[in-house]
């Protein structure tokens, strides 16, 4: 499949299901939502504590699912992800990056210092992941 395909399909969804590898080596699957930027890169807010961010940083292959309404329609992005900091200061580059995220997700916040002082305490941070591999199967 091809890559930009499948990347253009899970920008219309930015929903899916994110599969990280656990310690004894299944598959550990969390629905999340996901933003994909102009060049392919796809971003996910997580929070520190989380079994997929701990497992990311073991082993950071992942892969993420879109499906479509039509639940037949789907492409599965692969690659290797990468971990910002976590979220220390209101001020600082990895809540600037979520900022970035819930735009393109929500549109503007009501209340951007309380949302910046909340990924601070969250524990927040972003996983990045740009796509090596694509399959699936796109209508034609």
């Not at 392919?40 to 879109?66: E, F, W, Y």
């Not at 492409?75 to 979520?98: I, K, Q, W």
């Not at 995220?101 to 929500?106: A, V």
């Amino acid at each position: 499949m091809n890559l930009d395909d499948a990347l253009d399909h899970a920008r219309a969804i930015s929903k899916g299901v994110l599969a990280t590898i656990k310690a004894d080596g299944r598959p550990q699957l969390s629905n999340i939502m996901f933003t994909v930027d102009a060049g392919g890169t796809i971003r996910i807010s997580v929070t520190d504590t989380r079994a997929k961010t701990a497992n990311i940083r073991r082993d950071p292959r992942v892969s993420l699912h879109v499906t479509s309404a039509d639940f037949w329609s789907y492409v599965v992005l692969e690659g290797e992800a990468e971990l910002t900091p976590v979220a220390a200061r209101p001020d600082d580059a990895t809540v600037d990056e979520l900022v970035g995220y819930y735009r393109d997700l929500s549109g503007e916040h009501p209340d951007w210092d309380e949302y910046r002082g909340a990924m601070v305490t969250d524990g927040r941070l972003v996983i990045r992941l740009r796509p090596t591999r694509a399959y699936g199967s796109l209508p034609r």
